[in-house]
């Protein structure tokens, strides 16, 4: 019984903990789908905020430096995790005195452009050499102000992205930057902007077109920020790289791989896999989070267990209840059995001659003594008609009619009659002979 109540008992809590765990991989499942459209959204947010800004600059030769700070400010709160907007000006070798004297005049004192210490050459064009300045940031602040003028395409690591993002009219992101110490590391997103009325068609028109870039800045804490996820799950990030030939080809697709473990290191966990790819750089990203003691139902946990142990007990006790009422009915039996036998030997031990009839008259039962007296064996009468032995020609209709009245259904508490007959032995002699009639019934037959 012991056991028996310690398999129910672990069979009940490992239903209420599956049922418990596969509610949360649901909830997990659902949570992984929610972040991964967000993060799309946000991707494809990044390039909404680009042509806005792009279109900006195009379609103003001149514009307010008040109006250009109030709208990407309106776009930063409406894009929070968007950490800042810049302008990269196109500046020819022939152009720079001029453009350094009207960002001066603008009021940005000891504006000047200046290149990476550790970069020799402007950028390389087929049509020409220029520099790509930074001549707008917003928000500025006493760290970023300090980019002002700075040539971004000089920054090791840009040229190429640069070049990608003009000559495939892309939108690029470049790796991880630094663009001064004291800055943190970031993405920047980059978009060309063009002169002229209708777009370059061409590598060679968007070169000569081109007058300069809008580029935000994205850190990868500011685009995972904690808004994006639910209380107690945590995003672990790394990079995936890809080769130049491989930009611009089908993303591929995000794994949700949901999965439950734990090892010497960790409690166990959901762990899925989110695979987000953004304008050339490929990240790959693990949802994680921990499976705990709170996650277990303990209320519904209880409840099965108790209502387990109830049905146990009440199968427990119909059980013993069944085996009790077998256990009496073959007692009963046996008893049976045993008064059966004592009573075959009380019969078959008598000093008078024991017969007994069916309803059609025939012998069913035949002792010692009627095998003493009429000198039949009991198999050589047992199913023979008893009338010729106990009656001549002359007595054998009133004995029969007396038979057949005892028998009837009405008369099953009719007293036992005597009668005088004649028997006949084995060898025809006759004898006399007092038949004392009685009747009893047994399983629903009547016997005399």
């Not at 991964?36 to 279109?55: F, H, K, M, P, W």
């Not at 707008?136 to 971004?152: A, K, N, R």
Request: charged letters at 20%; one cysteine or more; hydrophobic letters at 40%.
């Amino acid at each position: 019984m012991n056991l028996m109540v310690l398999l129910v008992s672990g069979v009940v809590a490992w239903w209420s903990i599956w049922l418990d765990i596969h509610q949360l991989k649901r909830g997990h499942s659902v949570e992984v789908s929610r972040i991964d459209r967000q993060l799309t959204q946000r991707v494809n947010s990044l390039e909404t905020v680009l042509i806005s800004l792009g279109g900006l600059y195009h379609a103003s030769d001149d514009l307010n430096l008040a109006e250009l700070t109030g709208f990407s400010e309106e776009l930063l709160r409406a894009y929070p995790y968007i950490k800042s907007i810049f302008h990269l000006q196109k500046v020819t070798s022939e152009e720079q005195s001029e453009f350094e004297d009207a960002m001066l005049e603008q009021g940005l004192i000891g504006f000047r452009v200046y290149r990476h210490s550790s970069s020799a050459r402007q950028g390389e064009w087929p049509n020409g050499h220029f520099t790509l300045p930074i001549d707008f940031i917003e928000p500025m602040d006493p760290l970023s102000s300090g980019l002002l003028g700075y040539d971004f395409a000089s920054h090791p690591g840009t040229q190429e992205v640069i070049d990608r993002a003009v000559v495939q009219d892309h939108v690029v992101a470049t790796n991880q930057l630094q663009l001064k110490n004291a800055l943190p590391p970031a993405f920047y997103v980059i978009k060309p902007v063009y002169l002229g009325r209708y777009p370059p068609q061409t590598a060679a028109e968007r070169i000569e077109m081109l007058s300069g870039m809008v580029v935000l800045e994205v850190s990868v804490e500011t685009f995972l920020n904690e808004a994006l996820l639910s209380p107690g799950y945590t995003l672990l990030v790394s990079r995936q790289l890809r080769t130049q030939t491989e930009v611009g080809g089908d993303p591929p697709t995000n794994d949700i791989d949901l999965i439950l473990r734990s090892d010497n290191t960790s409690a166990p966990r959901l762990l899925s896999t989110l695979h987000l790819s953004a304008y050339g750089q490929e990240l790959n990203l693990e949802l994680v989070r921990p499976v705990t003691l709170t996650d277990i139902n303990a209320a519904r946990l209880a409840w099965a267990w108790c209502g387990a142990i109830l049905v146990l007990g009440l199968l427990t006790a119909s059980f013993a209840g069944r085996q009790a009422a077998q256990a009496r009915a073959d007692a009963a039996a046996t008893r049976a059995t045993a008064e059966g036998e004592r009573f075959s030997q009380v019969v078959d031990n008598a000093f008078d001659a024991v017969i007994t009839t069916d309803s059609d008259g025939c012998i069913v039962s035949w002792n010692r003594m009627a095998e003493y007296m009429f000198g039949y064996q009991a198999p050589e009468v047992i199913g023979k008609e008893l009338l010729p032995l106990i009656s001549t020609n002359e007595a054998k209709e009133p004995i029969r009619q007396e038979l057949t009245a005892m028998i009837q259904p009405e008369n099953t508490k009719r007293p036992s009659r005597h009668l005088e007959a004649r028997g006949f032995d084995r060898r025809g002699r006759s004898f006399p002979m007092e038949l004392a009639l009685s009747r009893a019934d047994v399983h629903g037959e009547p016997l005399l």
